[in-house]
């Protein structure tokens, strides 16, 4: 049961040309590949500067507004260096993602006390930061944690 996402999902990646955002991006999108064979997921990223070029078969945009209207995305993953974090995570709200998956960690507390404000009349749910990410097994996985051990069923588990 799909709770966060499911298989109609458009997942980008801010941060996505980091050693670090790559590798996690290529890990979600085999999962899902895996999962579901010809589900996009997965469908790009975003880094300031670096807009116009791809990266392993993600298309890269420099901001979260021009990977929604090219992509339809309306789900951000986030791997940006911590004092970078509550700025992508307020420009994913901006631009109208509906789900932020902040992966990184380390992130200021009063960065994070500014977005907790600054997100509380938006339409926006977040998750994290500092965290391993979700997942809705057998369709596809937004985060770090390694999708083989995890099952479809009745039950669902947060963590701290």
């Known amino acids: ?14 941060g996505i040309t980091g050693s670090v955002g790559l590798f996690h991006s290529q890990k979600c999108r085999e ?10 997921v997965f469908v790009g990223g975003v880094t300031p500067g ?23 995305a ?11 974090c509550a700025d992508a995570i307020m420009e994913a709200a901006d631009a109208g993602i509906e789900l932020i ?17 600054y997100l509380a009349d938006k339409p926006v749910r977040l ?8 997942i809705t097994p057998g369709v ?9 051990i995890h099952t479809p069923g009745s039950i669902g588990v947060i963590s701290k």
């Open 140 to 148: 596809a996985k937004i985060g770090i944690m390694p999708g083989y």
């Open 127 to 134: 998750v994290g930061p500092n965290c391993p990410g979700v």
């Open 101 to 117: 998956v902040a992966i990184t960690e380390g992130v200021p507390v009063l960065d994070m006390v500014r977005v907790e404000r």
């Open 31 to 40: 999962y899902a590949e895996e999962c579901q064979p010809g589900v996009n």
């Open 74 to 84: 309306n789900t951000s993953m986030i791997f940006v260096p911590p004092p970078f």
């Open 50 to 72: 670096k807009g116009g070029t791809e990266v392993d078969g993600f298309p890269v945009f420099n901001t979260v507004e021009e990977s929604i209207a090219a992509t339809g």
């Open 1 to 14: 049961m799909s709770i966060l996402f499911n298989k109609d999902t458009r997942v980008i990646c801010q």
